[in-house]
Structures are given as structure tokens and as C-alpha cells.
């Protein structure tokens, strides 16, 4: 597969690029993720405008929480579906450039989308602490810090956070270090549950101007 800009944003840091610091790597990879984040962000904020209305309408909390979180999910796996489709047609059209075969596409598709939605999760998580403002640099930080953690010690990279949306780290790509695909949508599957249950939790006997 070409290093098309598809690939370089979104399949990850290549195992090739570990032998030295894969600043530039590492930076196409958090890039687009910066934007997701971003996206994220806003539309949550903009969602905040009605939130005493609709938690009224729902009539308890932890309702409106179940209808807020998912839908914040699906809208996070839309957006994130939009943004990996938008660079595979800019590689098509204005680079005139095919990413790869069917099945790496999908696997980076589900891969890049999944990882997306664990992070979504872990952003409302995040929003029932009261830390909005730094959650987007946070979980950048998160994903960057786990990823060069498994950079420094290859052995445990499988187990990094941050590599979980990487194709190239995938034993898809990778047969010695790589992660298992199916293991990883699970965990981060979990993440999403345990989100869910303890963003549930902590709304518990909060006011609504808490929320």
C-alpha cells in the first residue's frame, strides 16, 4: 500500500518509522483526531443550549443520560465515518490516488471508527467531572502519551491506548507486536459500557445546573 494521504492520517505510525522518534508519523496521526475532538466538542456544546429542557421533558436524569450518551455515540461514529470518507475522496479525486485494497480500507474504517467512539465516551466521561474545557487536550494527550509509551517499550505496545486505532499496529500488519483486532474492538467496547455506567453514577443526586 502507497503512503497515499489517507494512509498517512489514518492508518497510523508505521512499525518502520519506530526506529526513530516518529514525531511527523505521530503528528498526521493526531491530526485529524485534533479535528474529531474538536467536532465533538462543539456539537456537545451546542446540545448544551436545551439540556435543562430536554432533562426536564425526560423527567429523570438518568434517562436523559442514556438518550444524551447515545446519542452523542451515534454522532460521534457519524462524524468520524464523514471525516475517513472525506480524505479517501480528496486521495481519489485530487490526488488521483488509490488508498488500497478493499479490506485494508474497511479494517482501517472500522478500526479508526471504533477507537473514535471509545474517545467520544471518554469525553462525556469526562464532562460529568466538571473539566470541560480540557478534555479535548487531554484525551490528545492520552492518545499521545499511551502511543510512545508502547513506542519505548515495544513489547507492551499492544496494550497502549493510543495504538488501538492503528491499522499498522493491528496483527493485521504487524505479526510480532501487533495488537488483535477483534481483542481491541471488545476492550474499547467496554470502555464505551463502563463510560456509560459511571457517567450514569456520578449524575446521581446532581442538580440540573450541575449537569
Keep these: 500500500m502507497g503512503m497515499?494521504?489517507?494512509?498517512?492520517l489514518f492508518a497510523g505510525v508505521p512499525v518502520d518509522e519506530m526506529d526513530t522518534f516518529p514525531l511527523v508519523p505521530l503528528g498526521c496521526w493526531l491530526f485529524p483526531m485534533g479535528i474529531y475532538l474538536l467536532a465533538i466538542g462543539y456539537r456537545l456544546g451546542m446540545d448544551k443550549q436545551n439540556r435543562r429542557f430536554v432533562i426536564v421533558r425526560c423527567g429523570w436524569i438518568q434517562k436523559w443520560w442514556k438518550h444524551y450518551f447515545l446519542r452523542a455515540l451515534w454522532n460521534g461514529a457519524f462524524a468520524a465515518v464523514s471525516l475517513l470518507a472525506l480524505f479517501q475522496m480528496v486521495d481519489l479525486f485530487a490526488f488521483q490516488a488509490f488508498t488500497g485494497n478493499?479490506?485494508?480500507?474497511?479494517?482501517?474504517f472500522v478500526l479508526w471508527t471504533v477507537h473514535a467512539m471509545a474517545l467520544s465516551s471518554l469525553?462525556?466521561?469526562?464532562?460529568?467531572?466538571?473539566?470541560?474545557?480540557?478534555?479535548?487536550?487531554a484525551l490528545l494527550l492520552l492518545e499521545g502519551f499511551t502511543f510512545l509509551s508502547g513506542f519505548h517499550f515495544r513489547k507492551s505496545a499492544r496494550f497502549m491506548f493510543g495504538s488501538w486505532g492503528m491499522y499498522?499496529?493491528?496483527?493485521?500488519?504487524?505479526?510480532?507486536?501487533?495488537?488483535?483486532v477483534i481483542s481491541v474492538i471488545i476492550v474499547?467496547?467496554?470502555?464505551m459500557i463502563v463510560c456509560y455506567r459511571l457517567g450514569g453514577y456520578l449524575l446521581k443526586g446532581k442538580e440540573m445546573e450541575g449537569v
Design 4 to 8: 497515499t494521504l489517507f494512509f498517512r
Design 102 to 108: 478493499l479490506k485494508e480500507i474497511s479494517v482501517i
Design 123 to 137: 469525553f462525556l466521561f469526562l464532562e460529568t467531572l466538571r473539566i470541560k474545557k480540557m478534555i479535548p487536550a
Design 168 to 180: 499498522v499496529q493491528s496483527n493485521l500488519y504487524e505479526d510480532m507486536y501487533g495488537f488483535s
Design 188 to 191: 474499547q467496547a467496554i470502555i
